[in-house]
T-cell receptor, first 112, second 111 residues
Framework: DGGITQSPKYLFRKEGQNVTLSCEQNLNHDAMYWYRQDPGQGLRLIYYSQIVNDFQKGDIAEGYSVSREKKESFPLTVTSAQKNPTAFYLCATTDSSNQPQHFGDGTRLSIL | DAKTTQPNSMESNEEEPVHLPCNHS???????IHWYRQLPSQGPEYVIH???SNVNNRMASLAIAEDRKSSTLILHRATLRDAAVYYC????????????FGKGTHLIIQP
């Protein structure tokens, strides 16, 4: 989706290292979401934010942190506390309830 | 969130219609039915959504059972580009708290 930019496309993390995944949107959407996808599985919700300076934990928030200082940006930090971080990470946005979520192209994180 | 049940995989021929079923027997009155699809190594793409009435758009049609306990996504004329994993999702509370994805249906299109 051209309106959501996730970077980098591929990321490698060393043991004990924190890494930050970027998600930027120009759709002027209020709500933003982070999902994790493991091979052969559906997406699972990590964190979400419905408004600037506010965010909530999703189903698998342990080992992750987020911030929402600007409407356009919702970075996700994978901390060293996340013991199994290898996955495909997807960012999404939506402008209101019951409207479609728009997804970025994802970041694939691997452990060195 | 109410749960959905989909077949693990389905196979169809190119240029033929495809009917992808979804069961959601515990759906509540305010749950919308959303369909997304995901191509390999890409983010999911919205396909269609509805509440009670059947819906049509340029990509597909959504047929919702009268009791809302099941629905069917209809691709009228499948192409090779429609090969993807299709997810049927119920949005409790409008989905503002995020979407709950199952494993979806892997649709295979034969040329």
């Amino acid at each position: 989706d051209g309106g959501i930019t996730q970077s980098p496309k591929y990321l490698f993390r060393k043991e004990g290292q924190n890494v930050t995944l970027s998600c930027e949107q120009n759709l002027n959407h209020d709500a933003m979401y982070w999902y994790r996808q493991d091979p052969g599985q559906g997406l699972r919700l990590i964190y979400y934010s419905q408004i600037v300076n506010d965010f909530q934990k999703g189903d698998i928030a342990e080992g992750y942190s987020v911030s929402r200082e600007k409407k356009e940006s919702f970075p996700l930090t994978v901390t060293s506390a996340q013991k199994n971080p290898t996955a495909f990470y997807l960012c999404a946005t939506t402008d209101s309830s019951n409207q479609p979520q728009h997804f970025g192209d994802g970041t694939r994180l691997s452990i060195l | 969130d109410a749960k959905t049940t989909q077949p693990n995989s389905m196979e169809s021929n190119e240029e033929e219609p495809v009917h992808l079923p979804c069961n959601h027997s515990t759906i509540s009155g305010t749950d919308y039915i959303h369909w997304y699809r995901q191509l390999p190594s890409q983010g999911p793409e919205y396909v269609i959504h509805g509440l009670t009435s059947n819906v049509n758009n340029r990509m597909a049609s959504l047929a919702i059972a009268e009791d809302r306990k099941s629905s069917t996504l209809i691709l009228h004329r499948a192409t090779l580009r429609d090969a993807a994993v299709y997810y049927c999702i119920l949005t409790a509370g409008g989905g503002a708290d995020g979407l709950t994805f199952g494993k979806g249906t892997h649709l295979i299109i034969q040329p």
